[in-house]
């Protein structure tokens, strides 16, 4: 069976703190990592990673995944209030052919920001 | 807003009711799911639509039942649903297995 685990559960910082956050998988047909941040309700994209040790940024955003190690770690920088949110990592597995796949996710990780 | 949307936003059903969730994108994506988010679980997929077909079905109960008329429309009819079936319902889709991408949900309350 498919896993995907997150850790910490949750994290509380002040401003201007820097966060790591931890995925690690055990899949079959692995195809890629994803990261989704989690505010209210709709899950938002943002970062998919295919090949080990290439950092994707987005801002103050980074993440990298080792295939290697079977994880994945997206970082924040000088965190602010609206970083606050669920962080949630993915992992998208081979299903019929190309045209789509099945993603299994973690628990999330509830990052609290204060000001 | 991600193109995906879902209607209603909220819902209280009874246990006798009949109910559907509509999902509806504008991206142009040939996949849609479902996916459930209840308290302190990971979102679970329950089903997948390639193409308007059905190709997965997670082990879901029948008294949810899942239509796909075209590529761009999802929906979920629900029945004579319990108490534990109470979570957000969440519809995704997307492009040849790229990144999905979710609707604001539908939070589902069963009294």
């Known amino acids: 069976e498919d896993k995907v685990v997150q850790s910490p559960l949750s994290l509380v910082v002040h401003e201007g703190d820097t966060v790591t956050l931890n995925c690690s998988y055990e899949v079959t047909n692995f195809r890629s990592l994803l990261w989704y941040k989690q505010e209210k309700k709709a899950p938002t994209f943002l970062f998919m990673l295919t090949s080990s040790g290439i950092e994707k940024k987005s801002g103050r955003l980074s993440s990298i995944l080792d295939k290697k190690e079977l994880s994945s770690i997206l970082n924040i920088t000088a965190t602010q209030t609206g970083d606050s949110a669920i962080y949630l990592c993915a992992v998208l597995v081979n299903a019929g052919g190309t045209s789509y796949g099945k993603l299994t996710f973690g628990q999330g990780t509830i990052l609290t920001v204060h000001p | 807003e991600t193109g995906v949307t879902q209607t209603p936003r909220h819902l209280v059903m009874g246990m006798t009711n009949k109910k559907s969730l509509k999902c509806e994108q504008h991206?142009?994506?040939?996949?849609m799911y479902w996916y459930k988010q209840s308290a302190k679980k990971p979102l679970e997929l329950m089903f997948v639509y390639n193409f308007k077909e059905q190709t997965e079905n997670n082990s879901v109960p029948s008294r949810f039942s899942p239509e796909c008329p075209n590529s761009s429309h999802l929906f979920l009819h629900l029945h004579t649903l319990q108490p534990e079936d109470s979570a957000l319902y969440l519809c995704?889709?997307?492009?040849?297995?790229?990144?999905?991408?979710f609707g604001q949900g539908t939070r589902l309350t069963v009294v």
């Open positions: 995704a889709s997307s492009h040849w297995g790229l990144e999905a991408f």
């Open positions: 991206l142009g994506h040939n996949a």
